[in-house]
C-alpha cells in the first residue's frame, strides 16, 4: 500500500498522457483485450499497441528508478534535512547546495489553485538558489512546522498565519535523499485538496 502511493509512484503516472493512462489501466488492470480496449477508446487496435507500449516503457522507466520507502532512511533524511535548513536561513547558499545531489530536481504542485513554479527546477546550483529565494521571501511571515512521514518521504508541513492572495497558506514539503545522503528530490505540495489528511502544523515550532 505504501508503494501504491508513493509520490514518486504518481509521478510516474503523472509522466503518461490521458490516453496513456487509460490503456494501461484497460489492458494491465481490467485485463481487457486489444480489440475491447479500441471498442472503449474509439481509437484503432494498432494505436491502443503503440499507445500501450509506450506507457510501459515509461512505468518501466520508474521501476528500474524505484524508491524503497525505509524507516532508516526516512530518520537520516530528517537530519539532512535540518542542515539544509540550517544553511538556508544562514542565508548559505553554497553550503546548502552541498547537500544537493548534482542531478536534484524540484517539483512544485499548486493545483492550479496557487502560484507555484511551472516546470521543474533541476540543478545543485539551480535548486539550492530558488530555496534561498523561497526563504527569504518568506523570512518574517510569522508560521508553524511541523515534521512528519509522508507516504515514505520524510515531510515538513508548514502553515503561516497569513499569505499574499494567490499564495498557499499551508503546504508541504517532501525530500528524498539518494544512496549518498544527498537530497535529489524535493516535492512541494500545495493544492489544498491534496493536504486535507495532513495533520495541522499548529502550537509547533515557530
Excluded: W
Aim: proline share 3%; hydrophobic share 45%.
Amino acid at each position: 500500500m505504501l508503494e501504491s502511493v508513493s509520490f514518486a509512484f504518481l509521478l510516474a503516472l503523472e509522466l503518461l498522457t490521458p490516453t496513456q493512462r487509460a490503456v494501461l489501466l484497460l489492458r494491465d488492470v481490467f485485463d481487457f483485450n486489444v480489440a475491447e480496449t479500441a471498442g472503449i477508446l474509439h481509437m484503432s487496435e494498432q494505436n491502443i499497441k503503440t499507445t500501450h507500449h509506450r506507457a510501459r516503457r515509461v512505468m518501466r522507466e520508474y521501476e528500474e528508478q524505484r524508491f524503497i520507502p525505509r524507516k532508516s532512511l526516512v530518520e537520516k533524511t530528517g537530519r539532512v534535512v535540518a542542515q539544509l535548513v540550517e544553511f538556508l536561513t544562514n542565508r548559505d547558499t553554497e553550503g546548502a547546495a552541498k547537500l544537493l545531489a548534482a542531478n536534484v530536481v524540484c517539483l512544485s504542485d499548486g493545483g492550479g489553485e496557487f502560484v507555484a513554479a511551472r516546470v521543474p527546477v533541476t540543478g545543485r546550483s539551480k535548486v539550492a538558489l530558488f530555496l534561498s529565494k523561497l526563504v527569504q521571501g518568506t523570512a518574517g511571515v510569522p508560521s508553524h512546522t511541523r515534521a512528519m512521514e509522508l507516504n515514505g518521504l520524510f515531510a515538513v508541513t508548514t502553515e503561516r498565519e497569513y499569505a499574499p492572495e494567490g499564495y498557499a497558506r499551508k503546504l508541504t514539503t517532501l525530500f528524498q535523499i539518494n544512496d549518498e545522503g544527498l537530497i535529489e528530490r524535493i516535492y512541494f505540495v500545495l493544492a489544498s485538496r491534496k493536504l486535507i489528511a495532513v495533520p495541522a502544523a499548529t502550537a509547533l515550532e515557530s
